[in-house]
Structure formats: C-alpha cells, structure tokens
T-cell receptor, first 110, second 111 residues
Framework: GEDVEQSLFLSVREGDSSVINCTYTDSSSTYLYWYKQEPGAGLQLLTYIFSNMDMKQDQRLTVLLNKKDKHLSLRIADTQTGDSAIYFCALGAAGNKLTFGGGTRVLVKP | DGGITQSPKYLFRKEGQNVTLSCEQNLNHDAMYWYRQDPGQGLRLIYYSQIVNDFQKGDIAEGYSVSREKKESFPLTVTSAQKNPTAFYLC??????????FGPGTRLTVT
C-alpha cells in the first residue's frame, strides 16, 4: 500500500518561512492534501494540489509537488505563533480514501 | 452552520463495556469515515461508508462496528473486543474525490 513519510518536528522563528516536507511511494494519487491539527481538535483542510500541477499558492501557503521525486512540500510564509500545530499530508487513494503521513509538529518561537 | 459534530468530546468507560461514539453531518455528504489517532501518530482508518446502508472495513476494523442507516449519521461502536480502545477518534465526511472534512473528535479513555 501507499507509504507516506513526514519528519516529526520543525522549529521556526516567528516571521520566518516554514517548509514542511512529505515523501510518498505510490504516484497514482490524483489529489494531495495538507491538513492542520491544533491541540485536542479535529483536522482542518488547509489546501490541496492536483497531481498534474507543480505548484499552488494560496495566500501565505505554497504547495510544491515534485512528481519525479515523489515529494510534496508546504511552505508557510511569515510564520505566526498561531501556525503552531501538527501538519499532515494526505494522498487520495481508491475508493475516496486518504492515506495520511504521520504528521509534523511545528513549533513557532517568538 | 454546516458541519460535522461529534459527541461527546470526552468519554470515559470501564474495560469490558461497549461504547458508541456519535457522528452527525449536515453537509449532505455521501461518504463518511472513522479514524483513530494515537498520541504522536497519524490517522488510521477504521471504517468508511460511501452510501447509506453500506460500509467497508478500513485498516484497523477489528473490535469496532458501525452502521449507516441515515445519510447524516455514522455512529461507531467500540466493543469490548477492541484490545486497546483508549484513543482520539475522528469522524470525517466527503462529497467528491477525496477532500474530507473532519469533526472535532472524541477522546475515549477506557480504564
């Protein structure tokens, strides 16, 4: 089955850019997603990219997709303390299912 | 307001008891999902349903059961057969492709 990997932790200074990375094994997904989870809460859909795109920008968020290397990234510009959370990448699979990475915990330091 | 509700937010049970977690959505979504999240880990799919009166097992269905009698509702029962039921349970729904929307979650503690 699909294997989706993320680094566990990222620390960044307020105002800097954050880059969260995700690698995967199966290239058949049509949609690739980024979700945000704040402590004790559900997951919030941040953005997504179609597999036929290389980049998508949405305000402070930029998603980059390198299909050759099977690498997905989320860049958050001008990171704020409210961006501290766990970020999950997720790949669309058959039957409307999603395969999630293990999540990257982002800590924004003032 | 449209959305997904899960109740209760916190649930405590004694070992050996079955417990049912509620998930309701008013988004008119056809598909609904249940996930389990353990501390420091990602989400694992328990069960999903793409249409009323039909559901499929996910990756970790053992010890769980579901029903889908109404489009809006997808309750999850954690049975006494589930060996390690303490976890954070998340319900989600979707209409097209894979874009899923999540409820706020229920934290179940079994002692």
């Amino acid at each position: 089955g699909e294997d989706v990997e993320q680094s566990l932790f990222l620390s960044v200074r307020e105002g800097d850019s954050s880059v969260i990375n995700c690698t995967y094994t199966d290239s058949s997904s049509t949609y690739l997603y980024w979700y945000k989870q704040e402590p004790g809460a559900g997951l919030q859909l941040l953005t997504y990219i179609f597999s036929n795109m290389d980049m998508k920008q949405d305000q402070r968020l930029t998603v980059l997709l390198n299909k050759k290397d099977k690498h997905l990234s989320l860049r958050i510009a001008d990171t704020q303390t409210g961006d501290s959370a766990i970020y999950f990448c997720a790949l669309g699979a058959a039957g409307n299912k999603l395969t999630f990475g293990g999540g990257t915990r982002v800590l924004v330091k003032p | 307001d449209g959305g997904i509700t899960q109740s209760p937010k916190y649930l405590f049970r004694k070992e050996g008891q079955n417990v049912t977690l509620s998930c309701e959505q008013n988004l008119n979504h056809d598909a609904m999902y249940w996930y389990r999240q353990d501390p420091g880990q990602g989400l694992r799919l328990i069960y999903y349903s793409q249409i009323v009166n039909d559901f499929q097992k996910g990756d970790i269905a053992e010890g769980y059961s579901v029903s889908r009698e109404k489009k809006e509702s997808f309750p999850l029962t954690v049975t006494s057969a589930q060996k390690n039921p303490t976890a954070f349970y998340l319900c989600a729904s979707s209409i097209v492709s894979n874009e899923q929307y999540f409820g706020p979650g229920t934290r179940l503690t079994v002692t």
